[in-house]
């Protein structure tokens, strides 16, 4: 068996991909569906739903809403809240966000120049290779999952001094 080139596919959303006009939370909901759903690991898991927009928008992750229309910079926080939430806290999540908003010209497109080279990257090194037993495909999922903790750690820890920078 060799890894499909479709379990890498995952859908980046370019900033010219996010209407320029507001979108109403319903509206918002669908374009996450169309543009990340492909995403998903199932179905049944939504990318967002109202609640964890409006607890982002409370925590000060994201821009509130004008008259309960999201503009074109909540949605693009949104795109990497969803990136970084499968990683970080919800504290840590903002303070990346923050922190990137603060040193980028033009934050949202340096997080998808990024994506892309490292899904690109992903490519070059797992397309096509061969899994011949379960005992390999055990062996390269530990060996993923392990450098996932191991880059988390590493985040959180530099994220960590970053913010002790931030605050002398």
Same mark, same amino acid.
């Given at each position: 068996?060799?890894?499909?080139? +479709?379990?890498?596919?995952?859908?980046?959303?370019?900033?010219? $991909?996010? @209407?320029?006009?507001?979108?109403?939370? *319903?509206?918002? !909901? $669908?374009?996450? /569906? &169309?543009?990340?759903? #492909?995403?998903?690991? &199932? *179905?049944?898991?939504?990318?967002? &739903?109202?609640?964890?927009?409006?607890?982002?928008?409370?925590?000060?992750?994201?821009?509130?809403?004008?008259?309960? %229309?999201? #503009?074109?910079?909540?949605?693009?926080?949104?795109?990497?809240?969803?990136?970084?939430?499968?990683?970080?806290?919800?504290? +840590? &999540? %903002?303070? =990346?966000? %923050?922190?990137?908003?603060?040193?980028?010209?033009? @934050?949202?497109?340096?997080?998808?120049?990024?994506?892309? #080279?490292? !899904?690109?990257?992903?490519?070059?090194?797992?397309?096509?290779?061969?899994? *011949?037993? +379960?005992?390999?495909?055990? #062996?390269?999922?530990?060996?993923?999952?392990? /450098?996932?903790?191991?880059?988390?750690? !590493?985040?959180? %820890? =530099?994220? +960590?001094? =970053?913010?002790?920078? *931030?605050?002398?």
């Amino acid at each position: 068996m060799q890894i499909p080139s +479709d379990f890498i596919n995952f859908n980046t959303v370019k900033s010219d $991909d996010i @209407p320029e006009i507001q979108l109403y939370m *319903d509206q918002v !909901l $669908d374009f996450f /569906e &169309t543009k990340l759903g #492909a995403n998903k690991r &199932t *179905d049944q898991e939504p990318i967002f &739903t109202k609640t964890m927009i409006n607890n982002y928008v409370k925590a000060n992750v994201v821009p509130s809403p004008v008259k309960k %229309k999201y #503009a074109k910079e909540a949605i693009m926080d949104l795109i990497m809240v969803y990136a970084f939430k499968q990683v970080l806290s919800l504290q +840590d &999540t %903002k303070s =990346l966000i %923050k922190a990137l908003n603060q040193i980028e010209a033009e @934050p949202y497109n340096h997080f998808i120049s990024t994506e892309e #080279a490292i !899904l690109s990257a992903l490519k070059a090194d797992y397309i096509g290779n061969e899994i *011949d037993s +379960d005992e390999t495909l055990i #062996a390269q999922i530990v060996a993923l999952t392990l /450098e996932a903790s191991i880059k988390k750690r !590493l985040a959180e %820890k =530099l994220l +960590d001094q =970053l913010s002790n920078s *931030d605050s002398k």
